[in-house]
Nanobody, 130 residues
Framework: QVQLVESGGGSVQAGGSLRLSCVASGYSYSRYCMGWFRQAPGKEREGVATFYSDGTTTYEDSVKGRFTISQDNAKNIVYLQMNSLRPDDTAMYYC????????????????????????WGKGTLVTISS
């Protein structure tokens, strides 16, 4: 059973940086899709970034050039490096995974279709002040 645990959230001022981590266990697949999603109070959950096992990444427009999704060498941790943070980035951030015969295009599509993800972490809170 896949388990995802996020960490690294906190409160920082606008312009600052945070690095979120997602530790995955029971996750050994040749093809997989990882993603970071966020949900602000009163808003629908939205995709932030996706990472496919072939290295393909996709980003929500507002975070392009500021956020970077990556994976460690052991492939058991997925990171979201967040720079130049803005108050609008304030949200609960969730790590998610889709496994099985997911292809690169399918992973990119999941940026805007979070229901396609199979496993979810419990979230880590990010608060950006002005």
């Amino acid at each position: 059973q896949v388990q995802l645990v996020e960490s690294g959230g906190g409160s920082v001022q606008a312009g600052g940086s945070l690095r979120l981590s997602c530790v995955a266990s029971g996750y050994s697949y040749s093809r997989y899709c990882m993603g970071w999603f966020r949900q602000a109070p009163g808003k629908e959950r939205e995709g932030v970034a996706t990472f496919y096992s072939d290295g393909t990444t996709t980003y929500e427009d507002s975070v392009k050039g500021r956020f970077t999704i990556s994976q460690d060498n052991a492939k058991n941790i997925v990171y979201l490096q967040m720079n130049s943070l803005r108050p609008d980035d304030t949200a609960m951030y969730y790590c998610a995974a889709a496994v099985g015969p997911v292809v690169s295009v399918g992973c990119r599509q999941r940026l805007r279709n979070y229901r396609g993800m199979d496993y979810w972490g419990k979230g880590t809170l990010v608060t950006i002040s002005s």
